[in-house]
């Protein structure tokens, strides 16, 4: 499945086809809400990446204010047993609900809701899909800790995502340095695998990029990525 | 003679004096940001000061949790324009305060004391 996972054979519907053709063209480029903050400041355009072998996330969203982002995302994910695959793209759009700035640190609680189309290996029509969340997160110069949940509700679908996040920076950088950490993330997916995925990942941080590289407990390489200009 | 001297030292020390005093002081303003804990999210404040038509050097620091603006010649840092740009970056400024110096001896003062607590 390392191709697109988007059909090439669409209904003749403009919007839907111009949703997944966007979709698969920033699925190119770029990942997942939950990796930092899901957004960039005012007017930027950020790019996310999440990929493993059972899950392949990419985003990319802009920031029409400082509060708000519209974008697209597509996603494909498959159980433990590679037999179930699931295959979406939507539209988002992100709503930084409350920041607390601190002199030190910064605590954030996002809203990510979604809509667009879901297909599955185990049925063979197009289902419509709302994927509302919540992520909060808090973060100093050291320390990192996250808490995603996001709901991917369909038709007979009930794929409830959640993940928390945490992990400490081996030392404090300059702003224009490299900065690396050390993260480790349990995730789950409700009705789609049953095992919680533990995931130690090396990140780092530079003024442009955000990338983590890690290894699961389910015997899966993990490439991350966030981008913004 | 001697007193010919010291009336030529006296008047080319006041003349070099006015000169020197005529010259603009670098003044630079220094932003106290809450909240910039990342370089990867502090990026916007960066690139939003540096586009403002006064700018002439940005510097941010995450150690000392601050931004620097410099102003272009015969301009001046609009502090309020500022405070503005860095909320919109999603930050809160906590201090504002305008001292002599450029960004680049702020910068490298700012480096030689971390050198200096570094050597502790």
Known sequence: ?229 | MKTLKLIMATTALSFFSLLASAEPTTKTTIFTVNGMVCAFCAQGIEKKLAKLPQTQAVYVSLEEKIVAVEARSGQAVDANLVTAEIKDAGYDVSKVETVDGSVAAIKQSMENKKTAENKK
């Open chain 1, 1 to 229: 499945m390392s191709s697109s996972p988007y059909p090439t054979h669409c209904r003749p519907v403009l919007c839907r086809k111009t949703v997944l053709a966007l979709a698969t063209v920033c699925s190119l480029f770029i990942g997942n809400s939950a990796l930092a903050g899901p957004m960039g400041f005012k007017d930027s355009t950020m790019f996310m990446g999440d990929f493993s072998s059972n899950w392949r996330e990419a985003s990319a969203n802009y920031a029409v204010t400082p509060r708000d982002a519209l974008g697209m995302s597509t996603l494909y994910m498959r159980n433990d047993d590679k037999t179930l695959t699931r295959e979406m793209a939507e539209l988002t759009y992100t709503r930084l609900l409350k920041r607390w700035n601190f002199p030190s640190a910064q605590l954030n609680i996002w809203l990510p809701v979604g809509a667009g189309e879901i297909r599955g290996n185990d049925f063979s029509d197009r289902r419509t899909v709302f994927t509302p969340g919540l992520q909060m997160d808090f973060e100093t110069q050291r320390i990192y800790f996250a808490t995603n949940y996001r709901a991917y509700r369909a038709e007979d679908i009930n794929h409830d995502f959640s993940s928390v996040r945490s992990g400490f920076s081996f030392y404090e950088t300059g702003y224009n340095e490299t900065q690396p950490w050390l993260i480790v993330e349990a995730r789950r997916m409700h009705d789609l695998s049953d095992e919680t995925e533990i995931t130690p990942m090396l990140r780092f941080i530079n003024k442009r990029y955000f990338v983590e590289l890690g290894y699961s407990s389910t015997d899966e390489a993990r490439f991350n990525i966030m981008y913004i200009f």
